[in-house]
């Protein structure tokens, strides 16, 4: 168990819509990184907060957005969503910002957009 | 354009024998490589890391190889046992100086060891 939690397990919806995944951080860490793994793709990295701002953005599409709450929790919102959306989402935490800090690894939550 | 490559997407290897997975990047810019291993329903879990200024790195029974000049690292597990099947990713970064805190993942290669 890596401490962080991410809810829910798994997300069915349609195209079209729009769907919220939350990721808690292992306790005292300051940041947050998500990540998207579509089949037979490595994890491609999203965006990452630390302690409440945006420090890094990978190739999120603008249909995605995300934000780390005052307790450090995070949310990763998915609007407009299409076929090609469907992926399991991880989200990671560590303890500072850089990238010498180990990354922990929620269990994730797959996404399947029918 | 993928930067990070591993070729292989599975390898099978006896128990108690040495378990080698490779990975290639393209990036002459990253100063920092990681391994993960992901078990089934499971998030990744890091293993094992390696600086650029270093060409071998050890823990316990993993080691970590750096080519810079070929860009190529590669994993070995002496002796491989069965709890170690698993998906093996490799990730990168040019962040190691602070410039980023991207990873850059590759697709992974699944390791079967036999009992």
């Known amino acids: 168990d890596s401490g962080v939690t991410q809810t829910p397990k798994h997300l069915i919806t349609a195209t079209g819509q729009r769907v919220t995944l939350r990721c808690s951080p292992r306790s005292g860490d300051l940041s947050v990184y998500w990540y998207q793994q579509s089949l037979d793709q490595g994890l491609q990295f999203l965006i990452q907060?630390?302690?409440?701002?945006?420090?890094a953005k990978g190739n999120i599409l603008e249909r995605f957005s995300a934000q780390q709450f005052p307790d450090l929790h995070s949310e990763l919102n998915l609007s407009s969503l299409e076929l090609g959306d469907s992926a399991l989402y991880f989200c990671a935490s560590s303890g500072g910002g850089t990238i010498k800090e180990t990354q922990y690894f929620g269990p994730g939550t797959r996404l399947l957009v029918l | 354009d993928q930067q990070v490559k591993q070729n292989s997407p599975s390898l099978s290897v006896q128990e108690g024998r040495i378990s080698i997975l490779n990975c290639d990047y393209t990036n002459s810019m990253f100063d920092y490589f990681l391994w993960y291993k992901k078990y089934p329903a499971e998030g990744p879990t890091f293993l094992i890391s390696i600086s650029s200024i270093k060409d071998k790195n050890e823990d316990g029974r993993f080691t970590v190889f750096l080519n810079k000049s070929a860009k190529h690292l590669s994993l070995h597990i002496v002796p491989s046992q069965p709890g170690d099947s698993a998906v093996y990713f490799c990730a990168a970064s040019d962040g190691y100086g602070g410039a980023t805190n991207k990873l850059i993942f590759g697709t992974g290669t699944l390791l079967a060891v036999q009992p």
């Open positions: 907060y630390y302690n409440g701002e945006e420090r």
